[in-house]
């Protein structure tokens, strides 16, 4: 629909009259507008919720291409939007709308735009596997390949999600206002139907948020985490067809196959063979060796806990653990009794605000801040990364604090607690 430059027909002396205090003479936006002619075009056919970001992008590049310039809104992202003609106080006025109609021989053929559409979708998934695949075969864990390969906008629209300006519509939405916001290699969520779902992470706000793994993890696998990554190494595949979850057992196969006979020396076998006898566990002997390696007795946190010692420290929610802990690490550091490029603290119960100021102190005063799903960091992994310390001999005077523990192990499981 087409109508007149200022906003239902009104003169200048009305809209200045309706000016607010301070601002021009004619509003620059909302109900009145600056001088020129607006549009709404009505392009009448059938298709589903799943089609419509693509047939938007088709049709705003055709309308585009041929000099009809129309503005993209939120309103066209919405699912059954209603559209109002505009509102004008009289007969007279009216006549400075007008209506066109055409009607061509080709109807919009809705299901080839998108099936070409859904080509190029996976054309890109297809490059973005590629590269998890070499990030794996490099070394990276499944979740960092995946969030290094694919982006957030990339899989967020495979999943249904609808662009809106700057935002996102969650297919979960019910009132299709935009909610889902993407910063580089994060996102956050707004809508409360993401949140009653469980997408992602929870912030203390009520917000969710997360990275393209987590994405990958709820859509595809319900959440399940395992599944999710065990997926991920199933779907990268190498060079010779083999996927990367398939190439790494072959290789820790291979590693734990014993030696053939013809490397095998029998006879030194026999001769270095010991007769069993409990005292072959004996660590008699291994006296000053043992105090070589033995560290100091060192305050990590002044008074409750030492090096080299596990301190679990518990009280209820809110009664300041966290400010406690961090304020001793900061004063011990202070002291001189640790360094703080040794100090690890893995931040697994903030949301993003919170995160951000103890990115910031721990910046400030030198220790190391490290959360899930930041930088390739798997909670999950804990166990694993902290075997690779001690294997690689850099384990020792290393400080590692978990904030909250329950993020890394069930602690009403008698066997994992």
Same mark, same amino acid.
């Given at each position: 629909?087409?109508?007149?430059?200022?906003?239902?027909?009104?003169?200048?002396?009305?809209?200045?009259?309706?000016?607010?205090?301070?601002?021009?003479?004619?509003?620059?936006?909302?109900?009145?507008?600056?001088?020129?002619?607006?549009?709404?075009?009505?392009?009448?056919?059938?298709?589903?919720?799943?089609?419509?970001?693509?047939?938007?992008?088709?049709?705003?590049?055709?309308?585009?291409?041929?000099?009809?310039?129309?503005?993209?809104?939120?309103?066209?992202?919405?699912?059954?939007?209603?559209?109002?003609?505009?509102?004008?106080?009289?007969?007279?006025?009216?006549?400075?709308?007008?209506?066109?109609?055409?009607?061509?021989?080709?109807?919009?053929?809705?299901?080839?735009?998108?099936?070409?559409?859904?080509?190029?979708?996976?054309?890109?998934?297809?490059?973005?596997?590629?590269?998890?695949?070499?990030?794996?075969?490099?070394?990276?864990?499944?979740?960092?390949?995946?969030?290094?390969?694919?982006?957030?906008?990339? !899989?967020?629209?495979?999943?249904?999600?609808?662009?809106?300006?700057?935002?996102?519509?969650?297919?979960?939405?019910?009132?299709?206002?935009?909610?889902?916001?993407?910063?580089?290699?994060?996102? *956050?969520?707004?809508?409360?139907?993401?949140?009653?779902?469980?997408?992602?992470?929870?912030?203390?706000?009520?917000?969710?948020?997360?990275?393209?793994?987590?994405?990958?993890?709820?859509?595809?696998?319900?959440?399940?985490?395992?599944?999710?990554?065990?997926?991920?190494?199933?779907?990268?595949? *190498?060079?010779?067809?083999?996927?990367?979850?398939?190439?790494?057992?072959?290789?820790?196969?291979?590693?734990?196959?014993?030696?053939?006979?013809?490397?095998?020396?029998?006879?030194?076998?026999?001769?270095?063979?010991?007769?069993?006898?409990?005292?072959?566990?004996?660590?008699?002997?291994?006296?000053?060796?043992?105090?070589?390696?033995?560290?100091?007795?060192?305050?990590?946190?002044?008074?409750?806990?030492?090096?080299?010692?596990?301190? *679990?420290?518990?009280?209820?929610?809110?009664?300041?653990?966290?400010?406690?802990?961090?304020?001793?690490?900061?004063?011990?550091?202070?002291?001189?009794?640790?360094?703080?490029?040794?100090?690890?603290?893995?931040?697994?119960?903030?949301?993003?605000?919170?995160?951000?100021?103890?990115?910031?102190?721990?910046?400030?005063?030198?220790?190391?801040?490290?959360?899930?799903?930041?930088?390739?960091?798997?909670?999950?992994? !804990?166990?694993?990364?902290?075997?690779?310390?001690?294997?690689?001999?850099?384990?020792?005077?290393?400080?590692?604090?978990?904030? *909250?523990?329950?993020?890394?192990?069930? !602690?009403?499981?008698?066997?994992?607690?």
């Amino acid at each position: 629909m087409r109508y007149g430059s200022f906003s239902n027909g009104a003169t200048r002396a009305e809209l200045a009259a309706k000016t607010k205090p301070g601002k021009p003479e004619i509003d620059t936006g909302g109900a009145y507008g600056r001088d020129f002619y607006k549009y709404r075009v009505v392009i009448f056919c059938t298709y589903s919720r799943e089609q419509l970001p693509a047939l938007l992008d088709y049709l705003f590049k055709e309308l585009h291409q041929a000099g009809v310039m129309l503005a993209d809104v939120k309103e066209q992202h919405t699912w059954s939007q209603p559209w109002y003609f505009p509102r004008v106080p009289d007969a007279h006025r009216r006549q400075l709308f007008t209506f066109k109609s055409h009607t061509g021989n080709k109807e919009l053929d809705v299901d080839g735009i998108y099936s070409v559409w859904k080509a190029e979708q996976d054309k890109l998934k297809a490059a973005s596997i590629q590269r998890a695949t070499a990030l794996m075969v490099q070394g990276k864990t499944a979740l960092q390949a995946c969030n290094e390969a694919f982006t957030i906008q990339q !899989l967020a629209v495979s999943y249904g999600f609808v662009k809106s300006g700057k935002k996102y519509i969650s297919p979960h939405s019910e009132s299709g206002h935009a909610q889902f916001l993407i910063n580089g290699k994060r996102w *956050t969520s707004f809508h409360g139907s993401d949140a009653e779902v469980g997408l992602g992470n929870a912030g203390k706000n009520g917000e969710r948020f997360g990275d393209a793994f987590d994405l990958f993890c709820f859509f595809e696998h319900g959440n399940d985490r395992n599944a999710a990554l065990k997926a991920a190494g199933d779907m990268f595949r *190498t060079s010779d067809g083999k996927t990367v979850n398939e190439k790494q057992q072959k290789e820790w196969r291979a590693a734990q196959e014993p030696k053939s006979p013809v490397d095998i020396d029998v006879d030194a076998i026999i001769r270095n063979r010991k007769k069993f006898s409990m005292k072959n566990f004996s660590l008699n002997g291994q006296s000053q060796d043992m105090k070589k390696r033995m560290l100091a007795d060192r305050y990590v946190l002044d008074r409750i806990a030492i090096l080299g010692q596990a301190t *679990t420290i518990y009280a209820k929610p809110n009664t300041g653990k966290t400010l406690l802990v961090i304020w001793m690490i900061i004063e011990s550091i202070k002291a001189g009794r640790i360094t703080g490029e040794n100090v690890f603290y893995i931040n697994a119960d903030d949301d993003y605000k919170g995160l951000v100021y103890k990115v910031g102190l721990a910046e400030k005063y030198g220790f190391q801040m490290l959360a899930p799903s930041h930088n390739g960091f798997d909670s999950a992994s !804990l166990q694993g990364y902290m075997q690779q310390l001690i294997s690689n001999g850099t384990a020792r005077n290393t400080v590692m604090i978990l904030d *909250t523990l329950k993020k890394f192990t069930d !602690l009403m499981d008698k066997k994992k607690g």
